[in-house]
């Protein structure tokens, strides 16, 4: 496995919640920032949500309120709530520290 490994993607219908996980290695701080990005097909990979390690985030404008990012310092893990997902919302979804990222977890939105 990387240093960085995503988790908990799949398929969920519009309006639906999922929980993505990103756990770190010994490799990687549990406490420097840590950012989630997503890539959907054809598309450029945009900033989803960060989290600095003073704790302070910052969110992508699409997400309007529906997602939350958080820390388990405990498991060096760092999630993200997705909530009242829209199809728009498909995509590879990567998880971010420094300069390395994981291999991405797959959200697809459909009816």
């Known amino acids: 496995q990387g240093d960085l490994v995503e988790s908990g993607g799949g398929l969920v219908q519009p309006g639906g919640s999922l929980r993505l996980s990103c756990v770190g290695s010994?490799?990687?701080?549990?406490?420097?920032?840590r950012a989630w990005f997503r890539q959907a097909p054809g598309k450029e990979r945009e900033l989803v949500a960060r989290?600095?390690?003073?704790?302070?985030?910052d969110y992508g404008d699409f997400v309007k309120g529906r997602f939350t990012i958080s820390r388990d310092t405990a498991q060096n893990a760092v999630y993200l709530q997705m909530n009242n997902l829209e199809p728009e919302d498909t995509a590879t979804y990567y998880c971010k520290s420094g300069n390395k990222w994981g291999i991405g977890t797959l959200v697809t939105v459909s009816s």
């Open positions: 989290l600095y390690g003073d704790g302070t985030v």
């Open positions: 010994d490799n990687i701080s549990r406490y420097f920032t």
